[in-house]
C-alpha cells in the first residue's frame, strides 16, 4: 500500500531564517506530488506541483521554492521566511492518471515569529 | 481560472441528514472531489464525481452537474464524528491540479 511521510509536524521559526520540509512517498513510481498551503479557516492553495524528476510548475509568486530530487521526494524551501509565510503545509500526491484523488500527508504547522 | 464557493458553516442534529453545496466556474474540467478535514489534521478524501449523477458510499453520496457547475455532498445518518470541515475540490485537465473551496465547517449537535 502507499504511504506518505511529511515532516517536521510543527516548527516555529523567525522571520528572515531558512525553511526545508520534506515528503516522500512509498509503494507507487512516478506519482504527481503536490505542496499546497491553508490559511486559518480557509481552503488550500496550491503552490507548486510536480510531474516527474525535477519538474516543478509555481503556481503563485513568493519566496517559497520546490525541489524533486527523487521520484518520491518533494522537498519545499525558503531562503528567509516572511511573517505571511506561516500556516499549515500539506504535501500530497496522486496516480498520474485517471481519478487524481489527492492523498494527503499529516501536515506541518509553520509559525513565523 | 476556476471559483469555488460553498457555505461556510452548518449546523445539523445526530441523526439527522445534512446537504452541502458546491458552485463552481472552471475554464477545465476532470472531475469534483469532496474531501473531510478534522480539526488540526490533513483533508482525507471521500467522494468524486467526473459524470453526472449520483454517486454512493455508505452514508455519504455526492451529486454533479456538470452544465449547471454544481455539486453536493449529503451525509445521512449524522454522527458526532461527522463535525468537521468539508472542502469541495475541482481538478482541471492540466497535470491533475486541484483547486479547493474554502470549506463548509458542519457542527454535529446531539
Given at each position: 500500500?502507499?504511504?506518505?511521510?511529511?515532516?517536521?509536524a510543527?516548527l516555529?521559526?523567525?522571520?528572515?531564517s531558512?525553511l526545508s520540509?520534506?515528503?516522500?512517498?512509498?509503494?507507487?513510481?512516478?506519482?504527481?506530488?503536490?505542496?499546497?498551503?491553508?490559511a486559518a479557516?480557509?481552503g488550500?492553495?496550491l503552490?507548486?506541483?510536480?510531474?516527474?524528476?525535477?519538474?516543478?510548475?509555481?503556481e503563485?509568486?513568493?519566496n517559497?521554492?520546490a525541489?524533486?530530487p527523487?521520484?518520491?521526494q518533494?522537498?519545499?524551501s525558503?531562503k528567509?521566511l516572511?511573517?505571511?509565510?506561516s500556516?499549515?503545509?500539506l504535501?500530497?500526491?496522486?496516480?498520474a492518471s485517471?481519478?487524481?484523488?489527492?492523498?494527503?500527508?499529516?501536515?506541518s504547522r509553520?509559525?513565523?515569529? | 481560472?476556476?471559483?469555488?464557493d460553498q457555505p461556510?458553516?452548518?449546523?445539523?442534529?445526530?441523526?439527522?441528514?445534512?446537504?452541502?453545496?458546491c458552485?463552481?466556474?472552471?475554464?477545465?474540467?476532470?472531475?469534483?472531489?469532496?474531501?473531510?478535514?478534522?480539526?488540526?489534521?490533513?483533508?482525507t478524501?471521500?467522494?468524486?464525481?467526473v459524470l453526472?449523477?449520483?454517486e454512493?458510499?455508505g452514508?455519504?453520496?455526492s451529486?454533479l452537474?456538470?452544465?449547471?457547475?454544481y455539486?453536493?455532498?449529503l451525509?445521512k445518518?449524522?454522527?458526532?464524528?461527522?463535525?468537521?470541515?468539508?472542502?469541495?475540490?475541482v481538478?482541471?485537465?492540466n497535470?491533475?491540479?486541484?483547486?479547493?473551496g474554502?470549506?463548509?465547517?458542519?457542527?454535529?449537535k446531539?
Amino acid at each position: 500500500s502507499q504511504t506518505i511521510h511529511q515532516w517536521p509536524a510543527t516548527l516555529v521559526q523567525p522571520v528572515g531564517s531558512p525553511l526545508s520540509l520534506e515528503c516522500t512517498v512509498e509503494g507507487t513510481s512516478n506519482p504527481n506530488l503536490y505542496w499546497y498551503r491553508q490559511a486559518a479557516g480557509r481552503g488550500l492553495q496550491l503552490l507548486f506541483y510536480s510531474v516527474g524528476i525535477g519538474q516543478i510548475s509555481s503556481e503563485v509568486p513568493q519566496n517559497l521554492s520546490a525541489s524533486r530530487p527523487q521520484d518520491r521526494q518533494f522537498i519545499l524551501s525558503s531562503k528567509k521566511l516572511l511573517l505571511s509565510d506561516s500556516g499549515f503545509y500539506l504535501c500530497a500526491w496522486s496516480l498520474a492518471s485517471g481519478a487524481n484523488v489527492l492523498t494527503f500527508g499529516a501536515g506541518s504547522r509553520l509559525t513565523v515569529l | 481560472g476556476q471559483n469555488i464557493d460553498q457555505p461556510t458553516e452548518m449546523t445539523a442534529t445526530e441523526g439527522a441528514i445534512v446537504q452541502i453545496n458546491c458552485t463552481y466556474q472552471t475554464s477545465g474540467f476532470n472531475g469534483l472531489f469532496w474531501y473531510q478535514q478534522h480539526a488540526g489534521e490533513a483533508p482525507t478524501f471521500l467522494s468524486y464525481n467526473v459524470l453526472d449523477g449520483l454517486e454512493e458510499k455508505g452514508r455519504f453520496s455526492s451529486f454533479l452537474s456538470r452544465s449547471k457547475g454544481y455539486s453536493y455532498l449529503l451525509l445521512k445518518e449524522l454522527q458526532m464524528k461527522d463535525s468537521a470541515s468539508y472542502l469541495c475540490a475541482v481538478c482541471n485537465t492540466n497535470a491533475g491540479k486541484s483547486t479547493f473551496g474554502d470549506g463548509t465547517t458542519l457542527t454535529v449537535k446531539p
